[in-house]
């Protein structure tokens, strides 16, 4: 039983499995999905984050992250940030919306770091992202976005344990790959409403920490997100969205949204995966340049009775 498990976590990277971390927190942090975000807010912005999944589980999946991103445009010979005329950065009051107006065309550049602890497996990413948004009316934009670099998956034989001490998948191991990484996305916003695409793992790699094993590969992943403001009164807003993901050969899973806000000052909501958790949502604004999100998972599959949920944290900063 031990070797079937060891040997599941083994090829676990490269089967048609979900290779990517999972969040639940992704509309507090959009851009760890869809590099076509960089640069649409029109300051500095830094989001860092923190998933511990399926507590209770040994060696569950434990993701840490970090985006930062701004709004640049070319100014003569140099690119230099904030000189373009962009818009609010969201209508959190009616009054908001009707002053709402996009942003000129401008550029976006980022980075991003990821790092994915599952079992014996770590895979760390850094990418650098770029984006260039289009003004297509008094209060519409459409961006088109890629980001790329690098990811180093390693895998820890010492945690691998078999009955057989000279387990013949142990022999010949590459303990380390490198493998390179491409992501692209669209995003459409406005005022009160948002549709965005987009897919990761564009480049297919082979991927097999032994020779003997040739089947291994990365799959692609992907992404559409849509979602519509609602004000009630001047200050309460509500925003249902909807994300499909979809990763071969699963069929496509879904992640229905609810967010409640009270201008930016607080906001809560929920989420409801299909055949796997509800979730709910937490964020408030410490100040203009802090603001913090919490979500907290409950699975409804058959996994639910042997972890006490996942929690999920994320804190942004604003220049």
């Known amino acids: 039983m031990r070797r079937l498990i060891c040997c599941f976590l083994f090829f676990s990277i490269s089967a048609s499995a979900q290779q990517r971390p999972h969040y639940t ?10 590099p076509a975000l960089t640069g649409m807010y029109k300051a500095m ?5 923190f998933r511990n999944q399926w507590l209770g589980m040994q060696d569950a999946p434990k993701t840490v992250y970090l985006t930062a991103s701004t709004p640049l445009n070319l100014d003569g010979s140099l690119l230099t940030a904030g000189s373009a005329d962009y818009g609010i950065e969201e209508p959190y009051t009616r009054a908001d919306k009707d002053g709402y107006y996009a942003s000129d065309n ?53 945690d691998l344990v078999f009955d057989d001490p000279d387990e013949p998948l142990l022999r010949n191991v590459e303990a380390v790959k490198w493998t390179p990484d491409l992501n692209v996305g669209f995003y459409l916003y406005g005022p009160q409403y948002f549709l965005g695409g987009s897919m990761q793992q564009v480049i297919k790699q082979k991927l097999s920490f032994n020779d003997l094993y040739e089947q291994g590969a990365e799959v692609s992943h992907y992404f559409v997100t849509a979602g519509y403001r609602f004000f009630v009164g001047e200050d309460i807003s509500f925003t249902p969205s909807l994300m499909a993901k979809k990763v071969a050969p699963f069929p496509v899973s879904y992640d229905a949204n609810l967010k409640i806000a009270f201008r930016n000052n607080f906001w809560m909501g929920g989420s409801f995966r299909k055949n796997d958790a509800f979730s709910v949502l937490a964020g408030f604004t410490v100040n203009k340049m802090l603001d913090f999100g919490y979500a907290y998972d409950s699975n409804i599959s058959q996994i639910k009775s042997i972890n006490s949920g996942s929690h999920e944290f994320v804190l942004g900063l604003k220049f």
């Open 25 to 34: 927190q992704y509309l507090q942090n959009m851009e760890i999905l869809n």
């Open 45 to 49: 912005h830094v989001k860092m984050g």
């Open 106 to 158: 401008h550029h976006g550049l980022g980075i991003s770091f990821i790092n994915d602890n599952t079992g014996p497996i770590n895979r760390t990413s850094a990418n650098l992202a770029y984006a260039y948004h289009l003004l297509l009316g008094d209060e519409a934009n459409l961006s088109f976005g890629a980001s790329g670099g690098v990811s180093r998956i390693a895998l820890n034989t010492a």
